[in-house]
């Protein structure tokens, strides 16, 4: 079992910068991949981002290469997603969730296992 908390949402303008962390507990964190989701009213649930068990493999929706960057530390029990030049298509609610350990970093929700709450992204114009 493992437990996943995000927080570092905020409202911020078009063009800032934010960095969301997802704290897990569980004694075998370390051997999940972990993923970012976002999820705006009205629309599906839509992967932004994943990393492999170790750290070092990393997957990116095409709306997130080149803004986004996603990282773990597991002696911390901590992944994080760095997002840059924001922009108002942004805003969603974004989770984390961790998934089996598989080759290749799921981009689908049914691909996790464990979520969290979702912390709320607000990118104003």
């Known amino acids: 079992q493992v437990q996943l908390v995000e927080s570092g949402g905020e409202l911020v303008q078009a063009g800032g910068s934010l960095r969301l962390s997802c704290a897990a507990s569980g004694r075998t964190y370390g051997t999940y991949n972990m993923g970012w989701f976002r999820q705006a009213p009205g629309k599906e649930r839509e992967f932004v981002a994943g990393?492999?068990?170790?750290?070092?493999?990393?997957s990116y929706a095409d709306s997130a290469k080149g803004r986004f960057a996603i990282s773990r530390l597991n002696n911390k029990n901590t992944v994080y997603l760095r997002m840059n030049s924001l922009k108002p298509e942004d805003t969603a609610v974004y989770h984390c969730?961790?998934?089996?350990?598989?080759?290749?970093?799921?981009?689908?929700?049914?691909?996790?296992?464990?979520w969290g709450q979702g912390t709320q992204v607000t990118v104003s114009s």
């Open positions: 990393i492999s068990w170790s750290g070092d493999v990393t």
């Open positions: 969730a961790a998934g089996s350990a598989a080759a290749v970093i799921s981009a689908r929700p049914v691909g996790y296992g464990f």
